[in-house]
Each structure stands twice: as structure tokens, then as C-alpha cells.
């Protein structure tokens, strides 16, 4: 019976939960999964029972194996219609690196999270042993059962051993320093966030705390790369809510939603009402552009204050292509905050105070939240500009979609600058969003012709409940896919889509999804991409194991995402994994 729990454990554990708003969702074949799991448990331990408890264990096994073969799996369909895919029920090879210890752990720990009571009050009960036993003993509680299974350790001396294990095993890591604030103890919070997050732990919220925590985050992520820059192909994950104030990031979305709004305003004008558009959040890629006078009318629609040769020079800025006219994909790209000729779109000052705030057209960045933004997008340079040096890869997260469009806006244009000869800042796809392929899409097309290179991690989502919830108090449509196997299916067509077009560049495929890993090894053999062809795979740790050692033993590029930091500050992560 004990086996069995374990079984069912790590399969729900490695497939995640969509509606609970899990990062790395996935699916599989749960009878392999169970299976896989109970022998090598099976093999791990039996010397440790006695000779009966032996016995029993392995006729439970063997009983099941039989059973389970009457059916083939997808895995031994496969095999015998010629497909070369590793093997993900071989639980010999996938645990062979794993002690004992190791494997119990798990079994632990997976039968804590079955445990409904613990995992719903989980934050409650940590604080209540805080109370009765001390921190002392409860971290080390934590320490020896969650914090060792999901992190790899506190320090960036303690994590090298966990390193270098899987670094022998032909696995990669991507070094996330995962500490991070508990939300309840935090006075100054993000209003833009308040209640949206009531009841949701599996999607890591950082709170604002002040510019010099934001500081302290880019020190941390400096740590990170100096770590990752120690063995090739090193990556690192990067939140923008991490290195400054979120409202900015909300208010400039929105300016860059709304003028989104505007071009998709003034193309339904010219398109027939079956295929008029309004949803501001979809990533249109529009086939019509517009000349000079256009554009000049579109301006003051928005109502800026600007003289003729402003507009000129302005024109001439967007008309990325010089040939006279502007598209979409244009007219959403050559808008930055660094550039005072653009500014004014952005920052509430001078003349453009009065037009533009009657408008009501445009959410405008005071003078000192110009200045905060500007510490900002330093901030992030600055991590990449020591990333870009040291060759290691930056992925930055994805994050909701009322902060999405700002993020993608200021990670592009970094990738314009330093993905010229090496992919070294990756932007995220949430899947789950129907506007995700377009935007996939769009993104691979503005590298394609500004000649950078494209550098993409696809996800499923994180958000969802928080992203439905808004979208109903705020009466839009809900930017989420209705269902699951919707969710799934664009999950999969992203991957086929992007490697279809990826001629140089990178993409990282972080599922738990066996079918979804299975298929994009069907594209890349489909699509001539080698093993080593920019492709990677990436599982969180603790999770998953049953892909990440196969794919490493075929040569496939694998990596763990490696979360560390203090206990007592990795806490609120350790929740969300149990939860999820």
C-alpha cells in the first residue's frame, strides 16, 4: 500500500495543477508513472526489510507490472512504431543516482502533501511549531523533509554539492535564489495586488519593500550569475517585480495597452465587422499599415503636443523598415522609456501634462515615478550587462498580465542589444493565455527582421486564478484558455510554431507535461534540430524526475530549476510546492 501512495504521490506531484495556477504544469501516463516509482522504491530498499517484508513487497510489484503490461503504455506504443525517445518508465536508470534516504524522503514528503489539512494550513501550523518548539527545531524539521527534496541548499557554498550531482548525471541548473518576503508581515504592499492574491500561494508575488530591497534583489541576481558562470551553458531567473516598484510597471502596460488599443481602433475601421477587434490584450499582427498623415492623426488622438518636425522626427523613428510607412509590429516596438524622444508617451511633465491628461487616453508616469522607473530598468541592465559578460542566460519571468506588457516592452528591447551574437536574455510564454502563439509569433518576426537572436522559455501559466478574477471584476474577456486540454494543445502548438522558425536562437521548454516533452521530441526530429541545436528542457527540482534523467542520458540539454536561500526565508516557496 505504502508503495502505491508513492506512486500516486510523484505522478500528481510531477503533473502539477492547472487550476490551482501552478508554474509548471503536466500530464503523462499515471499507471507508468506509479510504476516507474514503485520499482525502483522496490529496488532502493528491499535490503533494509526483512526477508518477508521483501517477499511481499515484490509480489505487490510484480503483480502490478503484469497487470500493467496487459495494457501498453504510450511509452512502449511508441517504441514499437519506431520512435527514438528515451525511456521514461525505466525506474532503474532514472533513480539509479538516488540513495535510500533519498527516496524515502520523497515518499515523506509526498505523503505530507496528501494530507489536505497540512497543506491548506500549512503557513498557520509553521507558525504555531515557531511558537512551541522555537525556530530551531522547526527548520531543521523543514530542513531535513521539504528544503532538501525541493531546494538545493542556503548558501552559494551549500549548493555546489546538489550541483554537481546532477552535473554528473549530464543535467544543467538554472539558479533561482528563492527567498522571498512573507506577504502577511509586509506593512507597505502593492495596492495594484491587494485581494487578488486572497487564497492563491502558488504564484510567487514580490511585494514592493523599497528601492534599497530592490537593490539588495539585484545584488542577489549578480550572486546568481557569478555562481551559474562557473559551468557552461549557465542560466538564471530574473523577476522585474524584484528590482523595482510594480505600480510603474502597471501604469506603463497600460499606456502601452492603450496604444495598442489605438492601432486596433483605427484597423477595425478598415476591416469588415466579422473581423473588427477590440480585445486590447491580443498581440494583432495586422497585415495593414499606416503613412505619415495617418500616424500624425493617430497622435492627436492621444492627444501629445507636439510640433510638426517633433512628429517628423518621431515618424522616422517608428518607421523602423524605411519604407514610409508603419505596421503593427513597428508601431509597438520603437516606443521606449530611455528615449526622451518618446517620453512624452510615458511621463506626465511639461507641455504634455494638460493634452495628454484630459485625454484620459494615457496612465502618465509622474516626475518621481519617472525617476523610480529609471531606477528600474538599471537595475535590470545591469544584471544583464554582468550576465552578457559572463555568457550566462537570463530568463525573465513571466508575470501577470496587467504588469505582461511592460515587461515584455522593456525585455525586448534588451534582447535587441545583447542577443546579437549570443541568446542571453530569454522572455516567457504563459501558454495558457490565448494570445500567446501571436505574441510568439510576433516576437520571433521583430528578431527576424532587427537581426537578434530569439530566446524563449514557454510555460503553461501561473496566474489563472488571479487573471480570471480581474478580468470579471473589470468586465473583460478572460485571457485564459477555457480548459485544460485547450491549455495543453496550445502548449503544444507553440512548440511546434517556435521551432519551425527558430533558425538561430534558443528555446526552453519548462513541462512536466510527458506528452508535451514527447511531442517536441517528435518536432525537433521532424524539424532537423540535433540534440544540441538550442533546444532545452527544464523540470523544477524535486519533481519530474522520471524526464530529466532519461533526457540527460539520451543527450538531450536538461537542466533543474535550482531554487536556494535561507530556510527561514524559502519558506513561502516550500508552501506553493506543496500545495501544487
Given at each position: 500500500m505504502v508503495w502505491r501512495v508513492l506512486g500516486s504521490r510523484v505522478g500528481a506531484a510531477t503533473t502539477g495543477s492547472l487550476g490551482k495556477g501552478a508554474i509548471w504544469n503536466g500530464g503523462g501516463s499515471p499507471v507508468a508513472s506509479a510504476l516507474a516509482v514503485r520499482q525502483n522504491v522496490a529496488a532502493s530498499v528491499t535490503h533494509r526489510l526483512s526477508s518477508l517484508q521483501s517477499r511481499r513487497l515484490l509480489a505487490t510489484v510484480t503483480a502490478t507490472t503484469a497487470e500493467s503490461r496487459a495494457a501498453p503504455g504510450p511509452g512502449e506504443k511508441r517504441v514499437k512504431e519506431g520512435y527514438e525517445y528515451p525511456c521514461f518508465d525505466d525506474a532503474e536508470q532514472i533513480y539509479k543516482s538516488q540513495s535510500s534516504l533519498e527516496v524515502l524522503r520523497a515518499l515523506a514528503v509526498f505523503r505530507l502533501c496528501r494530507v489536505r489539512f497540512?497543506?491548506?494550513?500549512?503557513?498557520?501550523?509553521?507558525?504555531?511549531?515557531?511558537?512551541?518548539?522555537?525556530e530551531n527545531l522547526t527548520y531543521a524539521f523543514v530542513r531535513r523533509t521539504f528544503f532538501n527534496h525541493f531546494c538545493a541548499g542556503e548558501s552559494k557554498e551549500g549548493i555546489l554539492p546538489k550541483i554537481r550531482r546532477l552535473e554528473d548525471q549530464g543535467i544543467g541548473c538554472i539558479l533561482d535564489y528563492a527567498a522571498e518576503p512573507d506577504i502577511e508581515d509586509i506593512k507597505e504592499s502593492l495596492d495594484i495586488l491587494a485581494d487578488k492574491e486572497e487564497g492563491v500561494k502558488s504564484a510567487r508575488v514580490i511585494a514592493y519593500q523599497g528601492e534599497r530591497e530592490c537593490d539588495a534583489n539585484r545584488d542577489l541576481f549578480l550572486h546568481c550569475i557569478e555562481a551559474a558562470s562557473q559551468r557552461p551553458d549557465g542560466f538564471i531567473a530574473v523577476k522585474m517585480t524584484a528590482l523595482g516598484k510594480p505600480e510603474l510597471l502597471e501604469k506603463i502596460s497600460s499606456a502601452l495597452l492603450n496604444l495598442r488599443a489605438l492601432w486596433n481602433a483605427r484597423q477595425n475601421k478598415k476591416l469588415p465587422a466579422q473581423h473588427k477587434k477590440a480585445d486590447t490584450f491580443i498581440d494583432h499582427h495586422v497585415i495593414q499599415s499606416i503613412d505619415k498623415h495617418e500616424f500624425?492623426?493617430?497622435?492627436?488622438?492621444i492627444g501629445t503636443a507636439l510640433t510638426e518636425k517633433e512628429k517628423d522626427k518621431l515618424f522616422d523613428k517608428f518607421d523602423l523598415q524605411k519604407d514610409g510607412m508603419i505596421d503593427y509590429l513597428e508601431?509597438?516596438?520603437?516606443?521606449?522609456?530611455?528615449?526622451?524622444?518618446?517620453?512624452?508617451?510615458?511621463?506626465?511633465?511639461?507641455?504634455?501634462?494638460?493634452?495628454?491628461?484630459?485625454?484620459?487616453?494615457?496612465?502618465?508616469?509622474?516626475?518621481?515615478?519617472t525617476e523610480l522607473a529609471d531606477a528600474l530598468l538599471a537595475r535590470l541592465r545591469t544584471v544583464v550587462e554582468a550576465a552578457a559578460k559572463a555568457k550566462v542566460?537570463?530568463?525573465?519571468?513571466?508575470?501577470?498580465?496587467?504588469?505582461?506588457?511592460?515587461?515584455?516592452?522593456?525585455?525586448?528591447?534588451?534582447?535587441?542589444?545583447?542577443?546579437?551574437?549570443?541568446?542571453?536574455?530569454?522572455?516567457?510564454?504563459?501558454?495558457?493565455?490565448?494570445?500567446s502563439k501571436q505574441r510568439l509569433l510576433n516576437d520571433m518576426e521583430r528578431a527576424k527582421r532587427q537581426k537578434w537572436m530569439f530566446a524563449a522559455k514557454l510555460v503553461r501559466g501561473a496566474y489563472q486564478v488571479v487573471e480570471r478574477k480581474r478580468a470579471t471584476d473589470m468586465g473583460y474577456a478572460d485571457p485564459i484558455h477555457p480548459n485544460n486540454e485547450a491549455t495543453h494543445r496550445n502548449y503544444d502548438d507553440c512548440v511546434a510554431a517556435a521551432m519551425a522558425k527558430l533558425h538561430r536562437g534558443n528555446l526552453l521548454l519548462a513541462s512536466h507535461n510527458r506528452t508535451s516533452v514527447e511531442k517536441a521530441i517528435r518536432v525537433m526530429k521532424a524539424e532537423h534540430i540535433p540534440k544540441d541545436?538550442?533546444?532545452f528542457f527544464a523540470h523544477l527540482m524535486g519533481m519530474s524526475d522520471r524526464l530529466t534523467y532519461p533526457l540527460a542520458s539520451h543527450g538531450y540539454k536538461v537542466y533543474k530549476y535550482v531554487p536556494w536561500g535561507p530556510v527561514s526565508e524559502v519558506m513561502p516557496y516550500l508552501v506553493r510546492r506543496a500545495q501544487e
Open positions: 497540512l497543506v491548506d494550513n500549512a503557513q498557520a501550523l509553521l507558525d504555531t511549531s515557531k511558537r512551541v518548539l522555537g500624425f492623426e493617430m497622435l492627436d488622438d508601431f509597438t516596438e520603437a516606443l521606449t522609456l530611455d528615449d526622451l524622444l518618446t517620453r512624452p508617451f510615458f511621463k506626465r511633465s511639461g507641455y504634455n501634462v494638460s493634452a495628454i491628461t484630459r485625454s484620459g487616453k494615457l496612465k502618465l508616469l509622474n516626475e518621481e515615478e542566460r537570463v530568463m525573465v519571468d513571466a508575470e501577470h498580465t496587467f504588469l505582461q506588457a511592460a515587461i515584455d516592452h522593456c525585455t525586448r528591447q534588451l534582447q535587441r542589444e545583447f542577443n546579437q551574437e549570443f541568446p542571453i536574455v530569454f522572455n516567457t510564454y504563459q501558454c495558457y493565455l490565448r494570445y541545436g538550442g533546444i
